[in-house]
T-cell receptor, first 120, second 115 residues
Framework: AQKITQTQPGMFVQEKEAVTLDCTYD???????LFWYKQPSSGEMIFLIY??????QNATEGRYSLNFQKARKSANLVISASQLGDSAMYFC?????????????????FGKGTLLTVNP | DTEVTQTPKHLVMGMTNKKSLKCEQH?????MYWYKQKAKKPPELMFV???????INESVPSRFSPECPNSSLLNLHLHALQPEDSALYLC??????????????FGEGSRLTVL
């Protein structure tokens, strides 16, 4: 079963509008972390935002915010005031567990991604 | 600019060649990673090094051989690759202490084509 599900293969948004990219996750761990990365066509994976499972407030980073609904196991990314440069692939990812004893604690599980296109 | 530097950015090699991909970071991170990414797919973890020791090998074929000479450098040695190994190879690093978020810092990738 997929641990990270991104149900939107592609999304379109008009410049200056807000857009929500969906992400649901599946874990039995109490401690985990959720990440969003942006990947432009150049290939680099750019970290956008992080939400820890014990964080009570939704994470925000500039125009990015994470709508964290723990009971529903969802971690949607909201981009406000879209810009043409936001056109890229967006990946949701999860790290299960806490601490650095090696092994699976290092592993990020990625969703399949959502390709966002911002139209002028 | 990314703080994880990968070279070369593009590599074309034949199936009998031996080549290496290099990755360097100077952020003091003690965990370093190799990911493989095919077009329109998410990255797939290949190897993880922690404190210069191999921590995770995701059942990667032996024609891929990782090496971590020191805490700043990570290499991926390539030998007798197949055309299906053509992909974007991403290097990443992260902090390695209890309480860190585990955020990965990625390089721009090395785009490999195997003929």
């Amino acid at each position: 079963a997929q641990k990270i599900t991104q149900t939107q293969p592609g999304m379109f948004v008009q410049e200056k509008e807000a857009v929500t990219l969906d992400c649901t996750y599946d874990t039995s761990d109490q401690s985990y972390g959720l990440f969003w990365y942006k990947q432009p066509s150049s290939g680099e994976m750019i970290f956008l935002i992080y939400q820890g499972s014990y964080d009570e407030q939704n994470a925000t980073e500039g125009r990015y915010s994470l709508n964290f609904q723990k009971a529903r196991k969802s971690a949607n990314l909201v981009i406000s005031a879209s810009q043409l440069g936001d056109s890229a692939m967006y990946f949701c990812a999860m790290r299960e567990g806490q601490g650095w004893s090696g092994g699976s604690n290092y592993k990020l599980t990625f969703g399949k991604g959502t390709l966002l296109t911002v139209n002028p | 600019d990314t703080e994880v530097t990968q070279t070369p950015k593009h590599l074309v090699m034949g199936m009998t060649n031996k080549k290496s991909l290099k990755c360097e970071q100077h952020m003091g991170h003690r965990a370093m990673y190799w990911y493989k990414q095919k077009a329109k797919k998410p990255p797939e973890l290949m190897f993880v090094y922690s404190y210069e020791k191999l921590s995770i090998n995701e059942s990667v074929p032996s024609r891929f051989s990782p090496e971590c000479p020191n805490s700043s450098l990570l290499n991926l040695h390539l030998h007798a690759l197949q055309p299906e190994d053509s992909a974007l190879y991403l290097c990443a690093s992260s902090q390695d202490w209890v309480g860190s978020t585990g955020e990965l810092f990625f390089g721009e990738g090395s785009r490999l084509t195997v003929l």
